[in-house]
């Protein structure tokens, strides 16, 4: 039997059954979704894929080069999807050992397809055959990566006292980071300042300025810990969670901003659903304060100088992952876990490009294949096509020059 009292629990929050209690009206009360029903122009078209086979979602992110979505799960399972259609350009298998119990991270980047591991980057082409291997005593406990493309560095970050700096080129590391606050669960950069997070709630910026990353600012963003955050030009947004005085953790409902040259805080936006993802749409100059949020099964738009929410619509379940084409014009989010779901917006072009190089993947030739005959229909021989490779002879090139002699009878 459904308890009516548990729907209206789940339905709305503590504030809001309170003033239910003093006879506040319902059916105008704001529950953070009826007035975000509607997708939104800007992201007007969808399309769904569902990844077979997959376990839990490990990491998901558009390559930077080619018309490509990619996928990872935790066991080492890789997937790409071409363009809007999501058709499937590439799928192979990291086969995972006892030193990589997980994948963490996949990062596409300008000459190969990197996945993370808890101690090993592997190398693949876009085509899935392995590259290379490295692993070294630096990498130890890995659960995060990000590629710059500033400088076309990998930096490479978990529990450990260490940020390593990977340089892709020369395949070794460039230089090796200490970190006092311990870890770092999740790390971004823009063109000046490399931003990362601890799994206690801190948010670092250190300067990239000469490669050195001396330290300019550090701040408490959550009381327990930062779920995720993204920078851009000058502006910080995170969402995270906070302890409570039994130790237990909860979400806030809020989404927090910050200017990145110092961590000055801003006005936090805050939300009926707390937030879970959030990411920049693009980086165009012109939305660089626009930022996509998923706040339970609802996506928003949030524009962080206005302090407005425009709903996307909604999502069949929460979303766990969230990621933006560097052409602003399609987002991603995978929800959902054995298998996971990705669900792709785009805005209306009918087909639009997911990189700025709008570069398509190479995709192999299609055999011609030969219109069947039935064995017992009277047809000439004749009829049936023959396969001819160029840089190839007939048969009939190679016969004795007196039986190519033109004869009259």
């Known amino acids: 039997m459904v308890n009516i009292a548990d729907i209206v629990l789940d339905r709305y929050s ?7 209690m003093n006879g506040a009206d319902t059916s105008v009360m704001d529950d953070g979704y009826n007035d975000y029903g509607d997708v939104q ?6 399309n769904m894929a569902v990844p077979m086979g997959f376990t839990e979602m490990a990491c ?3 390559d930077h080069r080619e018309n490509l979505l990619w996928v990872v799960d935790k066991s080492g399972h890789v997937l790409s999807y071409y363009r809007v ?4 350009y590439s799928r192979f298998f990291w086969p995972l050992d006892k030193n990589d119990t997980e994948a963490h991270s996949i990062v596409p980047t300008s000459d190969h397809v990197i996945v993370i591991g808890k101690c090993t980057i592997a190398a693949f082409s876009r085509g899935g055959v392995p590259e290379y291997f490295y692993r070294s005593d630096l990498l ?4 995060c990566a990000h590629w710059d493309p500033y400088t076309n560095l990998l930096f490479l970050g978990g529990s450990q006292d260490t940020i390593v700096v990977y340089d892709i080129e020369i395949r070794s590391e460039r230089n090796v980071i200490p970190i006092k606050e311990g870890s770092a669960s999740i790390i971004r950069t823009t063109e000046r300042y490399l931003v990362s997070a601890s799994e206690d709630g801190k948010l670092t910026v250190r300067s990239k300025d000469l490669m050195n990353y001396n330290l300019i600012a550090q701040t408490q963003a959550h009381l327990g810990k930062v779920v995720d955050f993204d920078v851009h030009a000058t502006y910080l947004v995170c969402c995270g969670m906070s302890k409570k005085s039994n130790g237990t953790l909860v979400f806030d409902n809020f989404l927090k901003v910050y200017d990145v040259r110092n961590l000055n805080p801003q006005i936090p936006i805050p939300f009926n659903r707390h937030p879970t993802v959030c990411k920049f749409v693009g980086i165009d100059s012109l939305n660089e304060e626009k930022v996509v949020v998923t706040s339970g099964p609802m996506l928003f ?19 766990s992952h969230l990621c933006a084409s560097d052409s602003h014009q399609a987002i991603a989010v995978g929800m959902g876990e054995c298998p996971p779901m990705v669900q792709l917006f785009w805005t209306e072009d009918e087909d639009p490009p997911f990189s700025i190089c709008d570069i398509d993947p190479i995709f192999p030739a299609e055999d ?9 229909a009277p047809t000439p021989l004749a009829t049936f096509p023959l396969r001819y490779c160029p840089g190839m002879d007939y048969c009939s090139d190679r016969w004795p020059d007196v039986l190519m002699r033109r004869r009259f009878l």
């Open 14 to 20: 503590p504030l809001e059954m309170a003033q239910i």
């Open 41 to 46: 122009a800007d992201f007007g078209y969808s």
């Open 60 to 62: 998901m992110s558009f």
């Open 85 to 88: 259609v999501l058709q499937v």
């Open 140 to 143: 130890t406990d890995l659960s």
């Open 301 to 319: 738009l949030v524009d962080i100088l206005e302090n407005k929410l425009t709903g996307l619509g909604s999502l069949p379940v929460p979303a």
């Open 368 to 376: 011609e294949k030969d219109i069947p005959i039935p064995y017992d």
